[in-house]
């Protein structure tokens, strides 16, 4: 079975530094990677997504993420962050096995100071 | 192009009672899943359908039912309501009836249930 942790509850970030969130996964196969960000009141919304290839992934908004096999890792960075980018954000796994259910980490809350 | 649509926004109910919620998929999308997240648990999968079928079901009590309907709206219902089932339910829609590197699931704004 799929696992996902995120280990940072809570990140602060000074507005116009770097950011790297950190995600590790659990799964015997290749998995399907995805990042997603959900603002107070919101759904969610998918930043980027890895499923093969390079294991560098440029999203939306600036993020990229980094997919290393060897230490089970898929960490989000964006190289400077703007006010708007605090929200919460979930890291999620899914695999090959024909459905669409993701599993999901337990989030990390951004908060960007000034 | 509208986004998912999910009905109502928030929802007040007391223990015992039944609830049903609804979602409205993206135009086209024929596969809805269904989530609960609380603060203590999380992003937790509850079910999934795709044309008019139920293919997967998260480790919820039978309680917790949904169906789709042809037009690929979907709902759910949640019985004998407990103070547990106090969360935010959040369903997606997406084209294909799995995970692939060419589909996206796209998530509604959520129902915000709250058991008294």
């Known amino acids: 079975a799929q696992s996902v942790t995120q280990p940072d509850i809570h990140i602060t970030v000074s507005e116009g530094a770097s950011l790297e969130l950190r995600c590790n996964y659990s799964y015997g196969a290749t998995p399907y990677l995805f990042w997603y960000v959900q603002s107070p009141g919101q759904g969610l919304q998918l930043l980027l997504k890895y499923f093969s290839g390079d294991t560098l992934v440029q999203g939306i908004k600036g993020f990229e993420a980094e997919f290393k096999r060897s230490q089970s890792s898929f960490n989000l960075r964006k190289p400077s962050v703007h006010w708007s980018d605090a929200a919460e954000y979930f890291c999620a796994v899914g695999a090959n096995t024909g459905f669409q259910k993701l599993v999901f980490g337990t989030g990390t809350r951004l908060l960007v100071s000034p | 192009k509208a986004g998912v649509t999910q009905t109502p926004r928030y929802l007040i109910k007391t223990r015992g009672q039944q609830v049903t919620l609804s979602c409205s998929p993206i135009s086209g999308h024929r596969s809805v899943s269904w989530y609960q997240q609380t603060p203590g648990q999380g992003l937790q999968f509850l079910f999934e359908?795709?044309?008019?079928?139920?293919?997967n079901k998260g480790n919820f009590p039978g309680r917790f039912s949904g169906r789709q309907f042809s037009n690929s709206r979907s709902e759910m219902n949640v019985s004998t309501l407990e103070l547990g089932d106090s969360a935010l339910y959040l369903c997606?829609?997406?084209?294909?009836?799995?995970?692939?590197?060419?589909?996206?699931?796209?998530f509604g704004p959520g129902t915000r249930l709250t058991v008294l």
């Open positions: 359908y795709f044309s008019e079928t139920q293919r």
């Open positions: 997606a829609s997406s084209l294909a009836q799995a995970v692939s590197s060419t589909d996206t699931q796209y």
